[in-house]
């Protein structure tokens, strides 16, 4: 598992222990969340996710991430 940005993401099982790098690719309801693998064979991307939907200040402010 990979936490960015409070949420968790599932990586490939040959990937536990190994450097990713997370990242957010696009924007609005379409924008996903890119982990990145820098392999012997070059950059790979085992993963991907849609993005969460952004919190709202009344989200923020009851879970106490305010």
Do not use: C
């Amino acid at each position: 598992m990979v936490s960015f940005e409070n949420a968790q993401y599932s990586v490939p099982a040959h990937l536990l222990g190994a450097e990713v790098f997370v990242r957010h690719h696009g924007t609005g309801p379409d924008s996903m969340v890119v982990i990145m693998h820098a392999g012997a064979q070059g950059p790979v991307d085992p993963s991907r996710w849609p993005a969460p939907p952004p919190k709202r200040a009344n989200q923020l402010a009851t879970s106490g991430q305010f």
